[in-house]
Structures are given as structure tokens and as C-alpha cells.
């Protein structure tokens, strides 16, 4: 496993991150949006995060655009989470893409699925990610991506 290096998310994620756990708790659509809660490492005590889930091809992947965040930390420390999707909670086992995998990832799965979004490329660039169309290859030296298994 790979740790990846440091990303500073934009200052709306920290002002945004609130309202968004309020409004997917109630089931709201917010995009691709879900709630993951994972085990604090240090405390132990559960932390809920809003989280950009990516469902294609019967797959499930968590990315850490933003890198070494608390939640990220916090899922490669437990290996486990809940998921709450709308009303939906379910348990999965989350799995650490390596540096080659999250590369491949980011060219052959994201890459084509954002560029066939109108705004992909844009949502991409306003999050600061924009390298993971660019360069997937550099966007996985510091964005860790987790593969999601249902319990």
C-alpha cells in the first residue's frame, strides 16, 4: 500500500461538509453523494464524512480527492465502514487501491466516465482534481482510492 502525499482541499469543502451531512441524512440527492462513517483511529468514536461515491460496472469506489484527510486515515486504519446512501445503511469492507491500481483507475474507469459528463471536466477542475484526467498517473501519487465490498 502506497500512502499518498498531502492535497489541501478548497475552502468551501470545509463550510459545505456540514450542510451536506444534514441534507443526505434525510435521503436528499446530492449527485453520486453518500455518508460514510468509519471508526476514529485515535478516539474510536464513529465520524460521519460526506463522500463522492462512485458506482460504475457493478463496482464501488471511494476516492480521497483531497488525500491524507481524517476520514481516509480513519477507513485505512479500520478497513471497515457504513455506507448511508439516502435512507440506506449498509456495512463494507473497504479495500486500498495501490499506487499502479489507483492509476489505471483514474486513465481507464474515471477518466472515460467524467469526460462523458457535461460538466465533468469542470466539477473536476473547481475540486482541484483536475489531474486525474491530466495525469492519472501523478492524481494517484496523493488521491487514495478504496474499493467498497458489501459485509
Do not use: C
Amino acid at each position: 500500500m502506497s500512502i499518498a502525499s498531502p492535497v489541501k482541499a478548497p475552502s468551501f469543502v470545509r463550510l459545505f461538509n456540514p450542510i451536506a451531512r444534514r441534507v443526505l441524512k434525510v435521503g436528499a440527492l446530492l449527485g453520486p453523494n453518500a455518508l460514510i462513517t468509519v471508526q476514529g483511529r485515535k478516539s474510536g468514536i464513529p465520524r460521519t464524512t460526506p463522500i463522492a461515491l462512485v458506482e460504475l460496472d457493478g463496482g464501488r469506489w471511494v476516492i480521497g480527492t483531497f488525500g491524507e484527510t481524517n476520514w481516509v486515515r480513519n477507513l485505512r486504519t479500520a478497513g471497515e465502514a457504513t455506507l448511508t446512501v439516502g435512507r440506506n445503511r449498509e456495512r463494507v469492507i473497504a479495500r486500498e487501491l495501490s499506487l499502479e491500481e489507483r492509476a489505471e483507475f483514474f486513465r481507464n474507469v474515471i477518466g472515460p466516465y467524467v469526460r462523458r459528463l457535461r460538466i465533468g471536466g469542470l466539477l473536476l477542475s473547481v475540486l482541484g482534481a483536475k489531474e486525474i484526467l491530466n495525469d492519472p498517473a501523478q492524481a494517484a501519487e496523493h488521491r487514495p482510492v478504496f474499493e467498497l465490498r458489501a459485509v
